[in-house]
């Protein structure tokens, strides 16, 4: 399980140390982490007084550096540690991000749980459902899918949208898993086979 951590100063508008029922929104997040049962709660981030902050709360801080975004955080960590041998590449990685304190661990036991079902290389989670409001909240990332329940992308727009009609889009809570996958780190994305959404 890999929390990317933005700092403070970066994001603008979150801060991963803020103390919210006298423990910092990172620490809940990491509590969330293991909650799910994973073998390992890893922080990226480049913020040494996040990395400071993270073994106290039992995970280990992986520094990254260069990153813009989160999905870049999780490929530089897990990169990092492919190549000093302490996870093998084969390894199911899960990215939930500091922002998610309040994200469900069984939500996500069944999201790696999803891999052995489905020959899916990447899978997310999605709430059915939403409001008017929440479709035309840009803080809410939208899920679009496929007639299978595929994800096919993500927005914080409400699209495809056609005039007086909201569609029907799951919103996605942000967790989500990747297997049998390989980040490069020269272009930290997906390589090779074409990736599925769940």
Known sequence: MVVPAEPCSAAG??????????????????????????????VATECLDIARHVP??????V??????????RVA???????DAK??????????????????????I?????????????MATVAVQHVSDAQAA???????????????LYFSRSSIPCMAGHQPNMP??????????CRFSPAAPKLCGSTAHGA
Not at 76 to 82: E, S, Y
Not at 86 to 107: D, Q, R
């Open 171 to 180: 919103r996605s809570p942000a967790a989500t898993g990747f297997a049998r």
């Open 76 to 82: 530089a960590a897990v990169t990092q540690l492919v």
């Open 13 to 42: 508008l979150f801060d991963p140390l803020a103390e919210v029922g006298g423990r910092s929104i990172l620490s809940h997040t990491i509590q969330r982490a293991h909650e799910s049962g994973a073998s390992m709660v890893i």
């Open 137 to 151: 909240d840009p803080g809410i990332v939208k899920t679009v899918t496929d007639k299978y329940g595929r994800a």
């Open 56 to 61: 106290q709360h039992g995970a280990m801080a």
């Open 109 to 121: 036991k069944q999201l790696v749980g999803d891999f052995d079902k489905r020959a899916a290389d």
């Open 86 to 107: 302490v996870i093998m590449a084969s390894v199911i990685t899960v990215s939930l991000p500091a922002n998610e304190p309040l994200f469900p661990g069984c939500h």
């Open 63 to 72: 520094m990254v550096n260069g990153c813009v975004n989160d999905l870049e």
